[in-house]
């Protein structure tokens, strides 16, 4: 599975970005998708995730009740709606595709990743 992620960009402290993440496998439908981030210096760390259909999601504390994520197996996209954004959001983001049908915040549990998007908060 190639996964390609973008939408990032920079914005200011409240502002919002929407993050795509699409996938070239025609079972996508398959996959746990999930998002992770990296800051400088920092451990890459889980954002969210989602189960195959779309109707199991998990968030880290950290963006919960602020960001969103979504998916639609027919055009093979994964999305992360991120609002009221703050500067500790700023990092790389992650796209990743994991095999089979539970909801992991483990990276190394995820099988595919996309190449990164940055994403910068400027207070």
């Known amino acids: 599975v190639q996964l390609q992620a973008f939408g990032g960009g920079l914005v200011q402290t409240g502002c919002s970005l929407r993050l795509s993440c699409a996938a070239s496998e025609r079972t996508f439908s398959s996959y746990v998708m999930g998002w992770f981030r990296q800051a400088p210096g920092k451990e890459r760390e889980f954002v969210t995730a989602?189960?195959?259909?779309?109707?199991?999601?998990y968030y880290a504390d950290s963006v919960k009740g602020r960001f969103s994520i979504s998916r639609d197996n027919a055009e093979n996209t994964v999305y992360l709606q991120m609002n009221s954004l703050k500067a500790e959001d700023t990092a790389v983001y992650y796209c990743a595709a994991r095999s089979g049908f539970s909801i992991s915040l483990r990276s190394g549990l995820y099988n595919y990743w996309g190449q990164g998007t940055q994403v910068t908060v400027s207070s």
């Open positions: 989602i189960n195959w259909s779309g109707d199991r999601t």
